[in-house]
């Protein structure tokens, strides 16, 4: 990743309006802000969701609050608290969330 053209700047996440997208189960809100080519998120799971789709974009996301369970196509599932990350190239591994007891991240793609 190459981010040029990018003046310093803050984002005050709260003054970010949030949308709503459902999953198989639960909820997800997103607050998004686009810098060129770059996407950044603050997203919150609320408890009981589950994806409804495989993931192939790549993303760098950091689990801020809350526990996620991100399960990749080939059965693998991994736990991410507060201050775990992972990162994952696009088309590199389909991947899925999902939470029991809600979350909230920081996510780059």
Known sequence: MQISSLPFGTTDW???EATEHPG??????WRTRHFGDIRV???????GYL??????????????????????????KFTLKP?????????????RSSTALGARL???D
Not at 51 to 76: M, N, Y
């Open 41 to 47: 998120r603050m997203v919150e799971y609320t408890p």
């Open 14 to 16: 709260s003054q970010v």
């Open 83 to 95: 201050g775990v990350s992972y990162q994952v190239a696009d088309n590199a591994e389909p991947h």
């Open 51 to 76: 994806a409804d789709h495989w993931c192939v974009k790549g993303h760098i996301l950091l689990c801020i609050e809350g526990e996620l369970i991100t399960e990749l196509e080939d059965g693998r």
């Open 106 to 108: 920081f996510i780059v």
């Open 24 to 29: 198989e189960s639960g909820l997800a809100y």
